[in-house]
């Protein structure tokens, strides 16, 4: 399953996660893949799709980054599923 992460770095501030993360890295637990991400030109939000088959995985990750970020977790699908699933009904 894919998810997009909508990450709001707290007090608009990103250089507490970037510290985090060239200090520690991404810390997602076993199972949960990285696939891209994109940050705002302002540097206040990150996008980032992971993948995963247990959500779990993603609350887990999030208690890495709760202190320093506010992430708002949204199960998606690629467009070409949302071909396949859209098709019958056109």
């Known amino acids: 399953m894919l998810y997009m992460?909508?990450?709001s770095f707290k007090n608009g501030?990103?250089?507490?996660?970037?510290?985090r993360f060239?200090?520690?890295g991404r810390?997602?637990?076993?199972?949960l893949k990285y696939i891209s991400s994109w940050v705002t030109t302002d540097m206040g939000r990150c996008y980032?799709?992971?993948?995963?088959d247990d959500r779990r995985l993603i609350d887990e990750w999030i208690t890495h980054w709760s202190?320093?970020?506010?992430?708002?977790?949204?199960?998606?699908?690629?467009?070409?599923?949302?071909?396949?699933?859209?098709?019958?009904?056109?």
């Not at 810390?27 to 199972?31: L, R, V, Y």
């Not at 980032?48 to 995963?52: A, H, R, S």
């Open 5 to 7: 992460i909508i990450e």
């Open 13 to 19: 501030d990103p250089v507490p996660v970037y510290r």
């Open 22 to 24: 060239r200090d520690k």
């Open 27 to 31: 810390q997602a637990p076993e199972g």
């Open 48 to 52: 980032q799709v992971m993948e995963c």
């Open 67 to 90: 202190d320093v970020a506010d992430m708002e977790v949204i199960p998606v699908i690629t467009s070409a599923q949302a071909v396949e699933r859209i098709t019958p009904r056109l």
